[in-house]
């Protein structure tokens, strides 16, 4: 009964306060006391830590975007097929402007 811990709210309020206030004091009262929470928060935070980092991707081709399922902001470059269906011709800049400067010399000014 005596060595029983009283843990209140007042004091976890208190021992929070302290920690954001003075952070390094209040480490190093939790390490000189040596105090069993610290300790296992510490490693399972690292161990945390390093469970994100593994499960993370490590290299994004880009923006990830589903073309079959694309919703309001998944903006991306099209593709050909996208664009050119079967209905048109795809042809160069300068190719449309010859056509068009030819179509122009044939007709009859007025």
Do not use: C
């Amino acid at each position: 009964g005596e060595l029983k811990l009283a843990i209140t709210t007042d004091a976890m309020l208190g021992s929070v306060k302290e920690l954001f206030l003075h952070p390094v004091q209040a480490i190093e009262g939790y390490v000189a006391s040596k105090n069993p929470l610290f300790f296992i928060l510490t490693v399972l935070n690292l161990f945390y830590s390093a469970l994100l980092q593994l499960k993370r991707k490590t290299k994004k081709d880009g923006w990830d975007i589903h073309e079959k399922n694309a919703y309001h902001g998944s903006a991306r470059w099209a593709k050909e097929k996208e664009i050119l269906d079967g209905n048109f011709i795809a042809k160069s800049e300068k190719d449309v402007r010859e056509t068009f400067l030819q179509s122009l010399k044939g007709r009859d000014v007025e």
